[in-house]
């Protein structure tokens, strides 16, 4: 099956489907609303102690059912991708030939050398076909002090023949023909149509299977944009990644294999976890914070195919979908303003509103 042949959901049921949901789920609301402000007016607990100190009632009940709820989905989505995880182990790793085109892009600023490189690394052990996978980090930087990170990609990848550019500008603050030449004023010179920064980005993520890009700071959202655009069509699945993440070496083929398995799905997330859990009590209520998010919140919705967020992380798209409401995704705004924070739960909010499923 081809990329073209993944089936899109007509107009029509989307409409539909969205509309059925809208009216379910605010009837939902409306009702566990009415009832919480019925419990809490009327006063009537479920169940209280002989002094009325401690009373359990309807809003704790409703708390408990919902834990007990997720809890269960939870536990019958895991079954469900470990029976999955079995089928593809039996079945063995996919062989270059036929696995599917993926492009792994880093986002990174500023970011500490150690993770860091940790992140590289396990970028480079990542079990899949190498002549199939693109490394791509953009950096949000490029000034002199964060031109550290381009050199330890080039030290990390130096035996992929890796490259790296430093651009003046971003796609949204180009290179300006006026700031660049040196003539002076009044005399004649030839103005280029096209940014040359962005030409050579493009041509070089086309090109190369490992890049880095340095651009003019403009935010992760710009940082992620620059990736996909430059991307363009060139590969089928594109995995996103933050500079302080380390990935598991097979991340990358279990989250391939759920799109290969079903064309239904337009993106799936993974596990992520905290690296220092033990550090403090931050780190480790984090950790526990981040184990229900994961295990039992994303695990429950993704039982019913639709994961609210596709954890930035860790999370991979199909790139023919992602790359139809890139523009509508970069220009989101909020109160007339633009957004530059939520870009994971934005690009995961655009994959749902096309009728594809997330897990």
């Known amino acids: 099956m081809t990329q073209q042949d993944v089936p899109k959901p007509s107009q029509a049921a989307r409409h539909c489907s969205g509309l059925v949901r809208r009216v379910l789920t605010i009837t939902f609301a409306l009702l566990i609303l009415g009832l919480m402000t019925w419990?809490?007016?009327?006063?009537?607990?479920?169940?209280?102690?002989?002094?009325?100190?401690?009373?359990?009632?309807?809003?704790?009940?409703?708390?408990?059912?919902?834990?007990?709820?997720?809890s269960l989905f939870a536990y019958l989505e895991h079954r469900r991708v470990a029976a999955a995880a079995r089928r593809a182990a039996a079945r063995g790793p996919p062989e270059a030939a036929t696995a599917r085109s993926v492009a792994l892009t880093i986002s990174a600023y500023q970011e500490d050398p150690a993770y860091l490189r940790q992140c590289l690394v396990s970028a480079r052990a990542l079990v899949y076909p190498r002549a199939r996978l693109r490394v791509l980090m953009v950096v949000d930087g490029n000034r002199a002090e964060d031109l550290y990170m381009v050199d330890m990609f080039r030290e990390v990848f130096a035996d992929e023949d890796p490259a790296t550019y430093v651009w003046d500008g971003n796609y949204h603050q180009p290179w300006e023909p006026a700031a660049a030449g040196a003539a002076g004023e009044g005399a004649y010179r030839e103005v280029e149509a096209e940014d040359p920064g962005r030409l050579a980005v493009e041509a070089l993520v086309k090109?190369?299977?490992?890049?880095?890009?340095?651009?003019?700071?403009?935010?992760?959202?710009?940082?992620?944009?620059?990736?996909?655009?430059?991307?363009?069509?060139?590969?089928?699945?594109?995995?996103?990644?933050?500079?302080?993440?380390?990935l598991d070496p097979m991340a990358l083929l279990e989250l391939v294999r759920v799109l290969d398995e079903d064309p239904r799905v337009g993106a799936v997330g993974g596990d992520v976890r905290i690296l220092n859990p033990l550090d403090s009590w931050?780190?480790?209520l984090s950790s526990l914070r981040y184990w229900v998010a994961f295990n039992v919140e994303r695990a429950c919705q993704s039982y019913f195919h639709c994961v609210s967020c596709i954890?930035?992380?860790?999370?991979?798209?199909?790139?023919?979908l992602l790359q139809q409401f890139l523009e509508a995704w970069y220009n989101q705004k909020f109160l007339g303003t633009h957004c530059t924070?939520?870009?994971?739960?934005?690009?995961?909010?655009?994959?749902?509103?096309?009728?594809y499923a997330t897990k």
Not at 44 to 59: H, I, K, M, N, T
Not at 311 to 320: A, C, D, I, Q
Not at 341 to 355: I, P, V, Y
């Open 282 to 284: 931050v780190s480790f």
């Open 311 to 320: 954890s930035g992380p860790l999370g991979l798209y199909r790139n023919n």
């Open 39 to 70: 419990a809490y007016a009327a006063g009537v607990p479920l169940a209280s102690d002989r002094y009325g100190l401690l009373a359990f009632g309807l809003y704790g009940a409703f708390l408990s059912a919902h834990l007990v709820a997720q």
């Open 341 to 355: 924070f939520g870009d994971d739960r934005h690009l995961t909010n655009r994959m749902l509103s096309m009728g």
């Open 207 to 246: 090109t190369r299977r490992c890049v880095c890009v340095a651009q003019r700071w403009g935010g992760k959202r710009e940082v992620m944009y620059t990736a996909f655009k430059a991307l363009g069509d060139s590969v089928d699945y594109v995995q996103v990644c933050d500079s302080d993440t380390r």
